[in-house]
């Protein structure tokens, strides 16, 4: 499939491009429409995406790739409540499911919500993959939210061993430096993420 081939090389605009005329023609083609959907969220596009995933879903209403893409087409396009069911839905089917589980339990975090669930959700990811850095850096940040900076700590130092460029590990590590009163060191992991991530306009600002 070339468009899928597009994705794996991150050209999203070539991948929409074939796609769309693949899924001209063959509507009924399922997986024509996910990996579209799949090129639309990576392409930032999410409002398009949750229509061509939705559509996918009539074939297929329980495949779980077609619902942890379209829970995450509604998080980017900031329909949270959507999302979130999408996300509920797919455990449902597959309760196991590493990815839905830490990212379900992430956006808890991120919004200092059901924090308990959040933490069994991304514990139960990490037996799976504990190596994951994605994974140990969603831990450690629950922890955050939860005022356990003890366990934050030892869990975001581990993450950023594990996945040192990635610039959301680093950002945590800055705010739970502050956090600590350790305002040199954070200033340097906030400086450390901004050379990873230059759009962050959080941390420029």
């Known amino acids: 499939n070339l468009g899928y081939l597009y994705i794996k090389m991150e050209d999203?605009?070539?991948?929409?491009?074939v796609l769309r005329e693949g899924l001209n023609k063959f509507p009924y083609e399922p997986n024509m429409a996910f990996f579209l959907g799949v090129a639309l969220v990576r392409g930032g596009k999410p409002e398009e995406a949750v229509k061509v995933l939705k559509?996918?879903?009539?074939?297929?209403?329980?495949?779980?790739?077609?619902?942890?893409?379209?829970g995450v087409a509604y998080e980017r396009g900031g329909h949270y409540e959507e999302a979130v069911k999408t996300f509920r839905r797919l455990l449902r089917v597959d309760p196991d499911h590493a990815l839905a589980l830490n990212y379900l339990g992430y956006m808890f975090a991120e919004r200092g919500?059901?924090?308990?669930?959040?933490?069994?959700?991304?514990q139960k990811a990490l037996k799976q993959e504990p190596e994951n850095g994605a994974?140990?850096?969603?831990?450690?940040w629950v922890y955050y939210q939860m005022g356990k900076l003890e366990e934050a700590e030892r869990y975001l130092s581990e993450a950023v061993q594990k996945d040192e460029k990635n610039s959301v590990i680093w950002e945590h590590l800055g705010d739970l430096a502050r956090r600590l009163g350790r305002k040199e060191e954070a200033l340097q992991k906030w400086r450390r993420s901004l050379e990873l991530d230059p759009s962050n306009?959080?941390?420029?600002?």
């Open 55 to 70: 559509k996918a879903l009539e074939f297929k209403p329980d495949d779980v790739d077609y619902l942890f893409e379209l």
């Open 135 to 140: 994974f140990l850096d969603s831990l450690g």
């Open 113 to 122: 919500i059901n924090l308990q669930e959040a933490l069994e959700m991304i």
């Open 12 to 17: 999203y605009p070539e991948a929409q491009a």
């Open 201 to 205: 306009r959080k941390l420029r600002e």
